[in-house]
């Protein structure tokens, strides 16, 4: 497994600003993923973020909105920018310590994100 | 497209008596297959994973499921549950092609009636 850290663990933000939240891992890894969780709904991936290139988003979220870096391989943050109250959500990171090969996946506790 | 169907929103048993979560997937190949539990407040803890072999794997706190390809389905069993096993169960399939990805389903609340 992998002990993982996210940062803040919650916040309550205004509309129109911006929050950067932060994921650290123990170890190093290669591939870490970011997740959204809209109230009672299952985990939307939002991008691969692997280190050295830049991130891949999935269709619907766009780096404008969502800015990630990668700066280390046990280091990464998601900023959700222009913040309204539809960006309402649980904020999650993950990684893959082998490099995707078995798809599994290892979470941090989220970032419980509220828009007013 | 890889998808993943837990047919139950919302699920109550009773304390002690025994639990089936249902997920059904769509992939093409050998699925690698994982069952995720996320507890209030709480981030998304393994439970178990299917990669090959075996098709009964064994889990953490008394978890077990059942790969049947025939059935294209990986349900969670645990033969007493525990009021502290009240969460929200994830079933999730591996999108393949090394890329790490998950396609998640869409959730069962498990409910613990004391």
């Known amino acids: 497994s992998a002990v993982i850290s996210q940062k803040p663990s919650r916040d309550i933000c205004q509309r129109g600003t911006s929050l950067t939240i932060q994921c650290q891992v123990d170890?190093?890894?290669?591939?870490m993923f970011w997740y959204r969780q809209q109230p009672g709904q299952s985990l939307t991936l939002i991008a691969t973020?692997?280190?050295?290139?830049?991130?891949?988003?999935e269709s619907g979220f766009v780096i404008d909105k969502f800015p990630i870096s990668r700066p280390n391989l046990t280091f990464s943050t998601l900023t959700v920018s222009n913040m309204s109250p539809e960006d309402s959500s649980i904020y999650l990171c993950?990684?893959?310590?082998?490099?995707?090969?078995?798809?599994?996946?290892?979470f941090g506790p989220g970032t419980r994100l509220t828009v007013l | 497209a890889q998808s993943v169907t837990q047919p139950d929103i919302h699920i109550t048993v009773s304390e002690g008596a025994s639990l089936e979560l249902r997920c059904n997937y769509s992939?093409?190949?050998?699925?690698?297959l994982f069952w995720y539990v996320q507890s209030p407040g709480q981030g998304l803890q393994l439970l178990l994973k299917?990669?090959?072999?075996?098709?009964l794997v064994q889990g953490i706190k008394g978890f077990e499921a059942e790969f049947k390809r025939s059935q294209s389905s990986f349900n969670l069993r645990k033969p007493s549950v525990h009021w502290s096993d009240a969460a929200e169960y994830f079933c999730?399939?591996?999108?393949?092609?090394?890329?790490?990805?998950?396609?998640f389903g869409q959730g069962t609340t498990l409910q613990v009636k004391p």
């Open positions: 993950s990684v893959d310590r082998a490099g995707g090969q078995y798809n599994e996946q290892f």
């Open positions: 170890s190093q890894v290669t591939m």
């Open positions: 973020a692997n280190q050295g290139s830049e991130a891949t988003y």
């Open positions: 992939y093409g190949a050998t699925p690698y």
């Open positions: 299917y990669f090959s072999g075996d098709t």
């Open positions: 999730a399939v591996g999108a393949g092609s090394n890329t790490g990805k998950l396609i």
